[in-house]
């Protein structure tokens, strides 16, 4: 499916419901255009549905499954689709009320694809990954990077990012990370502060659903050099996404070869990282040069 970049992502259920059309009509060897004619429908309408930019009807999927043989699907899989649909319809975003705080940074955005992936890939150059921070050290970090916001606005980000914490872990979705030892020894806070993190980050490495990683400063430049990122995995057939973070803006990035060259990198840095349990001494060596 062709997917361009864009800052507005749609919700998974519409995606997946987009994939199956494409793969539907690759498959029969249609044009959008020789579709669009079958069903009467305007050429743009159909490939924004397709893009999964716009959702569908539910009067042009049922045309689209009864009048063109590309799509002649029946039984569970004909339901399959009807239901992604309905699913799509009915998604509430549980941060709507918050849209003022996140919509400027799109990371309302970001939590409607965190919510719906099922496993998540981190690297991360500077920071520890917000999945894993405790709470103050959270709040340092977001008290420090949004001095635009008041002190409600800090607590009720502190709190998004303990939810989804716990979202993760209920869930028992996976998420492995790769964390560059730079961000272990940049002081956020207090030492004490930063000796608690790295206990955590210990703590949640020894979880099954959790890998950490941390990528030491003697592994000289690598890719990872170019910036943070997040790959999220969905259920099957919805493609993969990565999602990077900015000043200004943060975006997605859906097309495959985009998507290819970030699991590349970081299935590199994966092995070239070292895991937390492979190499306490090195561990417990930063948190004594943090009280130094």
């Not at 919700?11 to 579709?35: H, K, N």
């Not at 999927?61 to 799509?88: I, N, P, W």
């Not at 998420?175 to 030892?181: G, I, L, N, R, Y």
């Not at 290819?260 to 040069?289: G, M, S, T």
Request: net charge neutral; glycine share 6%.
């Amino acid at each position: 499916m062709a997917q361009s970049k864009s800052t507005v992502p749609a919700s998974v259920p519409r995606r997946e419901l987009a994939q199956i059309l494409w793969d539907l009509r690759a498959a029969a060897g249609l044009t959008l255009a020789e579709v669009a004619l079958t069903a009467g429908v305007d050429h743009g309408h159909l490939s924004r549905v397709e893009r999964a930019t716009r959702g569908i009807s539910e009067d042009l999927l049922t045309k689209l499954l009864d009048q063109c043989y590309a799509y002649q699907v029946t039984g569970s899989e004909r339901q399959r689709m009807f239901d992604l649909l309905h699913a799509d319809l009915a998604e509430k975003d549980p941060y709507k009320r918050h849209s003022s705080l996140l919509t400027p940074t799109q990371y309302g955005g970001y939590l409607k694809f965190e919510a719906g992936a099922c496993a998540l890939r981190a690297y991360e150059l500077a920071l520890v990954p917000g999945l894993v921070q405790t709470e103050e050290y959270a709040r340092a970090v977001i008290l420090a990077m949004r001095p635009d916001l008041n002190r409600r606005q800090v607590d009720t980000l502190v709190t998004i990012r303990c939810q989804r914490q716990e979202r993760l872990i209920g869930a028992g979705k996976t998420f492995q990370a790769v964390v560059d030892e730079a961000a272990l020894r940049r002081p956020v806070g207090s030492p004490e502060l930063m000796s608690r993190q790295v206990q955590r980050l210990m703590e949640v490495a020894e979880l099954a659903s959790v890998s950490v990683s941390f990528l030491p400063m003697d592994t000289g430049c690598h890719s990872g050099l170019y910036g943070s990122f997040m790959i999220m995995d969905f259920p099957k057939p919805t493609p993969s996404v990565v999602w990077v973070e900015g000043l200004a803006e943060s975006t997605y990035f859906a097309k495959q070869e985009h998507v290819d060259a970030y699991c590349r990198a970081f299935d590199n840095l994966w092995q070239r990282a070292v895991p937390f349990a492979a190499d306490l001494d090195r561990v417990e060596k930063v948190i004594k040069e943090l009280h130094s």
